[in-house]
């Protein structure tokens, strides 16, 4: 069985730091897509970073939605089957559920209709 799963969500200041974690059984991340999108109530689900599969020539290639240039960074670990998701300097308007998910496209996009399997979410809120 196909599954992802994500955590390291929480409450933190403005200011802090989150790591979120993606963790999938049932395949290898290494030869899909991943991506990370929020979610803030009322709003749509947008994408945040995306990272290519490990098995072609966009290995390592990442993308990142303006607001999270800077402060936010994707990375593999392929021996823990587990993509990441570390956030600094997070602002009130970072609130959201995260979502992690996996594309099996042939290339790197960073839209939420290009991702077939999704995890279930963990919650991000930002505040003092």
């Known amino acids: 069985q196909v599954q992802l799963v994500e955590s390291g969500g929480g409450s933190v200041q403005p200011g802090g730091s989150l790591r979120l974690s993606c963790a999938a059984s049932?395949?290898?991340?290494?030869?899909?897509?991943i991506g990370w999108f929020r979610q803030a109530p009322g709003k749509k689900r947008d994408g945040v970073a995306c990272?290519?599969?490990?098995?072609?020539?966009?290995?390592?290639?990442?993308y990142y939605a303006d607001f999270a240039k800077g402060r936010f960074s994707i990375s593999r670990d392929t021996a823990k089957n587990t993509v990441y998701l570390q956030m600094n300097s997070l602002k009130p308007e970072d609130t959201a559920i995260y979502y992690c998910?996996?594309?099996?496209?042939?290339?790197?996009?960073?839209?939420?209709?290009?991702?077939?399997?999704w995890g279930q979410g963990t919650q991000v809120t930002v505040s003092s």
């Open positions: 998910a996996a594309s099996g496209a042939r290339d790197l996009r960073c839209r939420t209709y290009e991702y077939d399997s």
């Open positions: 049932g395949f290898s991340l290494d030869v899909y897509h």
């Open positions: 990272i290519s599969s490990s098995d072609g020539t966009a290995d390592g290639t990442t």
